[in-house]
């Protein structure tokens, strides 16, 4: 049994991060025939601005790095308002996917989140049909549907009333 914890991203976490959005986005690219030298460019530019634009919007409180047995492996980064939680970006290195690592980390989320009382919500790329079955599974609902993406949204269930509250 692995152990799967997180911890806040630091400064000595940027060359993983990198390297985990070059080893999502480049072979995307490069399956596209996209050359070599520009899919490493825009693979970049895709993180720095993806990193700048949940920085400045969200605040980096909400940025951490998934660890399996102390080796980082992935990042969740959510951000939280108004009683609820966004997940802006859940992600795994491809050699640590389909082992219930992010079904663990998101399971702790919702649990929290049940646990507080608040929503959880996310976006999902129309076209990852994977990606949304797997929120399906674990008790998000599609509240609606957008030219790209569709939003999710989990609603912890309502604490059972007993006899002396009514």
């Given amino acids: 049994m692995h152990e799967i914890t997180t911890r806040r991203v630091g400064g000595a976490d ?3 991060l990198r390297e985990l959005s070059w080893s ?3 072979p995307v690219l490069g399956q596209a025939g996209v ?6 460019a825009l693979v970049q530019q895709q ?3 993806q990193l700048h634009g949940y920085t400045s919007t969200f605040g980096a409180d909400g940025h951490q790095v998934i660890l399996v047995d102390g080796t980082p492996a992935g990042r969740i980064w959510t951000a939280e308002s108004d009683g609820s939680v966004h997940v802006l970006d859940i992600s795994l ?3 640590k996917q389909g082992l219930g690592i992010g079904t663990t ?7 929290e989140a049940s646990r507080q009382h608040r929503s ?3 976006r999902v790329a129309r076209e990852n049909g994977d990606a949304l079955r797997w929120y399906l599974r674990l008790g998000f609902v599609v509240v609606e549907t957008l030219a790209l993406d569709h939003r999710l949204e989990f609603d912890p269930a309502p604490e059972d009333s007993t006899e002396a509250d009514r």
Avoid: D, G, K
Avoid at 35 to 40: G, S
Avoid at 105 to 111: A, E, Q, V, Y
């Fill in 105 to 111: 980390i998101l399971r702790r989320l919702l649990s």
């Fill in 120 to 122: 959880v919500s996310l």
């Fill in 35 to 40: 050359p070599p030298q520009v899919v490493e």
């Fill in 47 to 49: 993180y720095e601005a």
């Fill in 14 to 16: 940027t060359t993983f």
């Fill in 24 to 26: 999502l986005r480049a």
């Fill in 93 to 95: 290195l491809p050699s």
